[in-house]
């Protein structure tokens, strides 16, 4: 992969370079900004790779806007902020082993907290810029190069043994965290806090929740999360087009 446009220093760096820099384990979740509120373009990975601070610094950044293009052996390429790029990651490994081909073999990059787009893979060019310029999604009108919303997901009901019903899911903030989950089994009118899993290790992971309780005919489950910085889940609907799905999942459970 290579570093190019307003740098003091054209970088080129080898697979075997990258792989032999100072290696970090690291917990993330990505989620797509094109999915449905309750759908699955969400999920969470353990990748080994390094971090793309030190490469950029050895490039010297000099362009006016601050953000960069990355580009990709499959022709995509994204604009957003070095701010975020400097946090980023790069990955080669995935769950303990090479980063599968469809996941973006050799090299894929990590950006905390942004939506799916920004998470490059098959990464050939990191293209420092004067001037913004809009990326693959952003030609075709979506703004998903930012941070993600937050979504808590209902993606399980389940009859347990004794007659109670199990709710469960997951809820994700990006960097900013999850604090709590609330279920209410009454279409919204009253509210109780699921119970969550502990956090994973990592500044940009998801995190499970489940609710019992018992049945009573049919139930209007509704779901909310809150932040790490105690900001409600906005409870207006929105598609995901183009900054991505809002609104509080429901579904209808029977007992
Ligand atoms: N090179 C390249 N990188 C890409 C994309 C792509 O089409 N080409 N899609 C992006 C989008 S829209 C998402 S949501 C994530 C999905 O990552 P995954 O395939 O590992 O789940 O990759 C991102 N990185
Ligand atoms: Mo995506």
Known sequence: MTITGEVGDDTTITFDELTGMPTERRFVTLRCVGEDLNGEKLDTAVWTGTPIKPLLEEADPEGECGCAMLHAADDYFVQFPIEALEDGFLAWGMNGRSLPQSHGYPVRVLIPGHWG??????????????????????????????????????????VLDDGTIEV??????????????????????????????????GDDVWRQWRYEFDPDGSHEVVVRATDGEGELQPEERSESFPSGATGWVSRTVNG
């Open 117 to 158: 787009e920004t998470n490059v893979k098959w990464l050939q060019e990191i293209e420092l810029l004067n001037e913004e310029m809009d990326g693959y999604w952003e030609q075709r009108g979506w703004h998903g190069t930012g941070p993600v919303n937050t979504v808590a997901k209902l993606w399980s009901d389940t």
């Open 168 to 201: 469960a899911g997951h809820a994700y903030a990006g960097t900013r965290g999850i604090e709590r989950v609330e279920v209410s089994t009454d279409g919204g009118d009253s509210w109780a806090d699921a119970e969550l899993s502990e956090p994973l290790p």
